[in-house]
């Protein structure tokens, strides 16, 4: 029969192992669409797009701007916004011409000081939107642009930094020490914790 060391220690490690951060899978190629916007002015909504590419750079290979602006007149009445089921069929057909393998698509509305943040990831082979986000900021700036890129981040799965404080191998050292400090001085008693006492 396997000691107590050794069935807590196996125990600790497999736990630890278990809490490695799975690996994302970032799109090979993207471009980015003009923004829609409700209450944005157009100077702003090209910044933001701007934003996104520039962020969205950082991770993988972006399309130039122009390339897609140039594609988007084939679709006809070319469109951004996330909700309108034409746009993922358009971002399709021009992510195909320009060699990109999802397209980024989303909206900006902004009401008084509050700002509310639409984007979606249309995967160019599949024809459809992958994965969609969208985030309210209240009281925002002149630019939304650290949500912004936190939402970039997000929709293209970029691995967030691990604090120090969250890598497993950290707690797995920790494990091993709390528990070899608890089972060993037990395990290396002289005397056999399980002998029969003797009664009066």
């Known amino acids: 029969m396997p000691s107590p060391i050794v069935i807590v220690l196996t125990a600790v490690l ?9 690996s994302a899978r970032v799109p090979a190629r993207v471009g980015v669409f003009p923004l829609d916007g409700v209450g944005v002015e ?4 090209a910044r933001l797009r701007a934003m996104i590419a520039q962020r969205a750079a950082r991770a993988t290979r972006v399309v130039a701007p122009e390339k897609i602006d140039a594609a ?8 951004s916004s996330p909700t309108d089921t034409a746009t993922a069929a358009c971002a399709s ?8 393998s999802h397209i980024v698509i989303g909206a900006v ?11 979606s990831l249309v995967g160019v082979n599949a024809g459809a939107v992958t994965r969609a986000l969208e985030e309210t900021v209240v009281n925002a700036a002149a630019s939304p642009a650290a ?13 967030r930094p691990t604090r120090w404080y969250e890598r ?31 009664l009066p």
């Open 72 to 79: 988007r007149t084939a679709c006809g009445r070319p469109t």
């Open 93 to 100: 057909r021009v992510g195909r011409e320009v060699g990109a």
């Open 42 to 45: 157009r100077a702003r909504l």
């Open 14 to 22: 497999a736990f630890a192992s278990g809490c490695a951060a799975p």
């Open 147 to 159: 949500a912004l890129g936190a939402l970039t981040d997000q929709l293209l799965g970029v691995p």
């Open 109 to 119: 509305g902004g009401v008084g000081k509050l700002v509310v943040l639409q984007m």
């Open 168 to 198: 497993w191998w950290l707690w797995t050292l920790v494990g091993v020490g709390v528990t070899a400090a608890i089972v060993l001085p037990l395990a290396l008693r002289r005397d056999d914790p399980y002998r029969p006492i003797q």
